[in-house]
């Protein structure tokens, strides 16, 4: 397209931008009253103790559906509710409505599972956070020792001080913390060490070159081993085949998460295929 206008960059891009813009205004009038309208739902993803067999975490995924915009995905809405205060009252929807759910299922009496809910660095950098966790414990009577926030290495980049205060507050309402995504972040190492996490998942751009790359077998094996030595349990992410299945298991990872097992699914679905059918468990041997 460049060559039609001479070259012309300018003129080129000046649309393409201005359309992207667009696109953006669409979505933040949109994203204001998604709340409101009740647009938002959670989509769960089972994750899959390696040593027992069988699904003892599960993780919430937000998902948006809008009448204007169709189903709008996080990666693209998340970043958006960031640059306003709209991430913390979504954030807070989240993790109500996962508590809840998580609750639900207990009561039904199914046996008792792990439920992680990510965080924004927007909700981290609150002051309110630790009050806020403890408020949706006691409204949903879920005992938090069900309970994961899953936090990315870029909270990590405020003071360390700072960071250290918010993980024990929040450690102190009983919940457990995992490192997501692992291994694409911009932080040293020395964090592992210094911060109390309970687990780390490791980002699934590494599994998922496992098979065609040896330094990436290198690396997960690598930080399962350090994960293991500093006290924390390591779920892959991305699990898609066998194969990885397999080399996960021989390096002793804990559990593992990935389309192999169960893409995000609703959770009638979840309850259904994991404790009613038992599909989801047949699955896996
Ligand atoms: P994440 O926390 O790392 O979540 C895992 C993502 O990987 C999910 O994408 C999931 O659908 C996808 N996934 C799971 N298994 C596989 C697999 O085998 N192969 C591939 N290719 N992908 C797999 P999703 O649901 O689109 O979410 C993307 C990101 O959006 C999440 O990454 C998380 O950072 C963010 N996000 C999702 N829900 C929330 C939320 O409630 N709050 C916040 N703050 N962020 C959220
Ligand atoms: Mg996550
Ligand atoms: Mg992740
Ligand atoms: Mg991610």
């Known amino acids: 397209k460049a060559k039609e206008f001479g070259g012309n960059t300018y003129t080129v891009f000046v649309p393409d931008h201005q359309e992207a813009v667009e696109k953006k205004l669409v979505l933040q009038r949109n994203l204001r009253t998604a709340l409101e309208r009740d647009e938002f739902y959670v989509l769960y993803q089972p994750q899959l ?47 109500r409505t996962a508590c809840a759910q998580n609750k639900a299922w207990q009561e039904e009496g199914f046996p008792p599972v792990n439920i992680s809910v990510n965080l924004s660095s927007v909700q981290f950098q ?112 991305g699990v898609e085949n066998e194969e990885q299945l397999h080399y996960l298991h021989q390096q002793s990872c804990d559990s593992i998460q990935g389309f192999l097992i169960s893409k995000p699914i609703s959770p009638d679905q979840l309850s259904k295929q994991l404790w009613v059918d038992q599909s989801l468990g047949r699955k896996l041997h």
Not at 68 to 86: H, M, Q, T, Y
Not at 146 to 163: A, D, F, G, P
């Open 49 to 95: 103790d390696l040593r027992s067999g069988t699904v003892q975490g599960i993780e919430a995924l937000i998902r948006w559906k809008n009448e204007e915009l169709g189903e709008v995905a996080p990666a693209e809405f998340i970043p958006l509710a960031e640059g306003s205060r709209l991430i913390l009252s979504i954030g807070e929807w989240v993790l």
């Open 126 to 237: 609150s002051e309110e956070l630790p009050a806020t966790i403890q408020r949706i414990l006691r409204e949903t009577a879920l005992d938090p020792k069900w309970v994961t926030l899953e936090i990315t290495e870029s909270l990590l980049l405020q003071s360390k001080s700072r960071t250290m205060r918010m993980l024990n507050e929040l450690k102190a309402t009983g919940v457990s913390i995992a490192i997501d995504d692992f291994g694409v972040g911009y932080s040293s190492l020395s964090y592992l060490k210094d911060y109390p996490f309970d687990c780390l998942k490791i980002d699934k751009s590494f599994i998922q070159h496992m098979n065609e790359e040896q330094g990436d077998e290198l690396i997960v094996r690598t930080v399962i081993g350090l994960a293991h030595g500093l006290n924390m349990t390591v779920i892959a992410e």
